[in-house]
Structures are given as C-alpha cells and as structure tokens.
C-alpha cells in the first residue's frame, strides 16, 4: 500500500509600487497603471495532491495494481492587471487505474 499527498501553499504579490503600461483593454492614451498588490500571474494559492495505490500478487508472475488519485488547484490570475475575464477558476480532477502487470515490470495491461 502506497499513499503519497502533496501540498503546495504561495502567497505571491508585487509588494512595491509598479508602473506599467495600460491594460490592451484602456483606451489610447491611458495613464500607466500600478499593479502593487496583483498576485504574480499563474501562482495558484494552494494546490492538494493526494493518491492511495495497492499492489495485489496474483502468482510468483504477475500482480495487479490499483491507484486512484486526484488533485485540486486554486484560482489564479493569468494577468497582472485582475480583471475579471482573467481569471481562472478553482479546478479538480480524479483518476483511477487498474494496471494488470508482470512481476519483471516488463508487460502491463
């Protein structure tokens, strides 16, 4: 039985005054705008890991193995400007295996 977790926690901001040019979206002529206090773009606050697998001997030859994960993932902003459109929302995803397998770890199904 093998169970492995991951977890990742960032706290990402521009902490001093930046000026830069405009959003695409500011009009022509705009004045540069300060993104102190964006989070650095795709810096998810927190993501979690967590997978369970197990090993069952079928003979001295072969042996099965089973492993079910899943992983969750913060939003995060995919500019430094925080507008609303650029912003990816929180996401998770689950997997399961059967994995049939020799005990050379030559063949697997």
Do not use: C
Not at 22 to 35: E, K, L, M, Q, T
């Amino acid at each position: 039985l093998r169970v492995n977790l991951n977890v990742a926690l960032l706290d990402s901001e521009i902490k001093e005054d930046f000026l830069t040019v405009p959003n695409i979206a500011s009009p022509v002529g705009s004045p540069p705008v300060n993104i102190k206090g964006s989070p650095l773009v795709y810096s998810p606050d927190a993501s979690i890991q967590l997978g369970v697998q197990y090993v069952q001997a079928l003979n001295a030859d072969w042996e099965v193995l089973y492993r079910v994960q899943t992983f969750w993932q913060d939003e995060y902003q995919t500019s430094l400007y925080n507008e609303p459109n650029d912003l990816v929302g929180s996401w998770h995803q689950t997997d399961a295996s059967i994995t049939l397998r020799d005990t050379d770890d030559i063949w697997a199904v």
